[in-house]
């Protein structure tokens, strides 16, 4: 009894594996129907941009050699030529596989499309270490070069970028006429080292600003007043001087009158005379020393007047605050 449960058992599993692949396949077959139909009914509308993406998906999910054969016319209506070539390479691959007669049509289709697709043939000498390539942002790899790549009609970029070197990018456009386009990327330049700014240091320091001293002004120098004092100071020397002289002779004088000389200068021979002489010549040597004196005076307080009356410094004042205006 048991070895017959065990075999019922077993049985079962059994039927449960080989069954649950079919239903899976079952199950996708009926989704890639409904997709075929949606999209093939887009297409008779014209709307070919909402149609190919339903068509792919079913011959994702259910490769049919129909379902490749009105990708492929999709993808053209749009412009696509390099993506209908695709798809009636696979085609002809699975009508070959599957021995359908409509391996001819699809090889026919095939050789009619690629005649219109445009090719780019990137080459390159002596490429970098990790070089990439990309046509239109998508990557194509180092790989690629050398080999003539289809594409689509229409405006396309091409760029290349390596570690440590400067990018390089080209434009081409291309026509659906089956041509090559060839490009060749040079040597890619060494970028230049990026360079990070030195790091911006907060100071909590105010700036720099002019202060005003507040001690008082420094004397300052009069060379011409100071020659003019001098000059006054030696005139009232001389005024002074002629003034003793001045007394000496007028001495003189009366000691020469008081010996018999007249006011005239009537002197008798002897002293008197003598007295009378020297009280002249003092006389006569006080008036120039008081005359020469009043000259340096009066000239000297002219120099005194027009002598400037404060010279100003150009020396800088440096405080704690920073550096200051002239003073």
Not at 36 to 53: H, T, W
Not at 123 to 145: E, Q
Not at 173 to 187: H, L, Q, Y
């Amino acid at each position: 009894m048991t070895r017959k449960r065990f075999a019922v058992s077993f049985f079962c599993l059994g039927l449960a594996l080989v069954s649950a692949p079919a239903y899976a396949q079952s199950a996708n077959a009926g989704i890639a129907s409904q997709l075929f139909d949606a999209g093939r009914d887009l297409m008779k509308k014209g709307d070919f941009v909402n149609a190919c993406p339903k068509l792919a998906q079913s011959a994702t999910l259910e490769p049919r050699l129909g379902t490749f054969g009105r990708l492929a016319e999709c993808e053209e209506k749009i412009g696509h030529l390099a993506a209908a070539r695709g798809h009636w390479n696979d085609a002809v691959d699975l009508a070959h596989a599957q021995k359908d007669d409509r391996a001819q049509h699809a090889e026919d289709e095939l050789k009619r499309v690629d005649a219109l697709v445009p090719r780019v043939l990137v080459t390159m000498t002596a490429p970098p270490a990790n070089l990439s390539l990309s046509l239109d942002d998508v990557a194509i790899g180092a790989a690629s070069i050398g080999v003539a790549l289809p594409i689509d009609p229409g405006h396309h970029t091409i760029t290349a970028s390596a570690p440590d070197k400067t990018p390089w990018a080209t434009s081409i456009e291309t026509k659906a006429d089956g041509a090559t386009t060839s490009i060749t990327i040079p040597p890619l330049t060494d970028s230049k080292p990026v360079v990070a700014p030195p790091p911006v240091v907060e100071n909590s320091q105010p700036l720099p600003q002019a202060v005003q001293d507040p001690r008082p002004d420094p004397p300052t120098s009069r060379p011409l007043a100071t020659v003019g004092v001098v000059t006054a100071i030696v005139g009232g020397a001389f005024i002074a001087t002629g003034a003793v002289l001045g007394v000496v002779a007028n001495s003189k004088a009366s000691k020469s009158y008081d010996d018999g000389c007249s006011k005239n200068g009537m002197c008798p021979a002897g002293a008197a005379a003598s007295e009378h002489d020297s009280a002249r010549t003092f006389a006569g040597i006080s008036t120039i020393t008081f005359i020469g004196g009043g000259v340096l005076v009066a000239a000297g307080a002219v120099l005194f007047i027009v002598a400037p009356k404060k010279a100003q410094s150009s020396a800088l004042l440096v405080g704690p605050a920073g550096i200051g205006g002239t003073w």
